[in-house]
Structure formats: structure tokens, C-alpha cells
Nanobody, 126 residues
Framework: QVQLVESGGGLVQAGGSLRLSCAVP????????MGWFRQAPEKEREFVAA????????YYADSVKGRFTISRDNAKNAQYLQMNSLKPEDTAVYYC???????????????????WGQGTQVTVSS
């Protein structure tokens, strides 16, 4: 079982910034591709960003491209999501997710990630 623990959510005004963290205890973190997803009230969970196991490849949803940055530190068993220029429509519960599989392919679909954190609330006020 893989444990993922998110932190860093909160309330921020539009235009502000937040940094989410996801800790993954254990010695196999560097073997996982990692992702961030979010779910707003009454909406389906959606892809936000993903990063390869090495950190060399990153992918973003169009809605956050240029504003959010995903990163990871394999020495600290953690990944991060730096969110800048936040908008009210970014309000959601943000989830950290981990996936194993082919090293050459970084998944971006919800069902491609078997391991999930409990989520952290991000609220952006207008």
C-alpha cells in the first residue's frame, strides 16, 4: 500500500499563490510517476498536472498552463504544485496521485493512477 499525504491548501484571494506538497513515505517514490488532480463541487475529478519519475517530463491541463508548476524532490520523497495567479475557478479539492508502469509513459487519466491521497482544499476568493 502506498501512502500519500497532501498539505498546503487553504484560502487565498484571486491573484495569489499557494504551494501544495505531497509526501510519499517509503523507498520507492522515485519509481512512481506522479500527478495532481482536482475536483470542484458537483464536478468530476480532472487532471491538473503530471511529472515523470525522474522529473524530466511534465504535463499540464490547458486551464493551468503557465500558472501552475509541478515538481518533485526524490531525495525528500515529495512532489509539489506551485500555483500562481490563482482564479476563483481553481477552487477545488486537490489530490495527489501516484502511478507505476512504463517508464516511457506518464499517465494523465484518473483511472491510470491506483494510489491517491486524501485531498486538500484550495479556495480562491474573488
Amino acid at each position: 500500500q502506498v501512502q500519500l499525504v497532501e498539505s498546503g491548501g487553504g484560502l487565498v484571494q484571486a491573484g495569489g499563490s499557494l504551494r501544495l506538497s505531497c509526501a510519499v513515505p517509503g523507498r520507492t517514490f522515485s519509481s512512481y510517476h506522479m500527478g495532481w488532480f482536482r475536483q470542484a463541487p458537483e464536478k468530476e475529478r480532472e487532471f491538473v498536472a503530471a511529472i515523470s519519475w525522474s522529473g524530466g517530463r511534465t504535463y499540464y491541463a490547458d486551464s493551468v498552463k503557465g500558472r501552475f508548476t509541478i515538481s518533485r524532490d526524490n531525495a525528500k520523497n515529495a512532489q509539489y504544485l506551485q500555483m500562481n495567479s490563482l482564479k476563483p475557478e481553481d477552487t477545488a479539492v486537490y489530490y495527489c496521485a501516484a502511478s507505476t508502469g512504463r517508464a516511457s509513459y506518464v499517465p494523465r487519466g484518473i483511472y491510470e493512477y491506483p494510489y491517491w491521497g486524501q485531498g486538500t482544499q484550495v479556495t480562491v476568493s474573488s
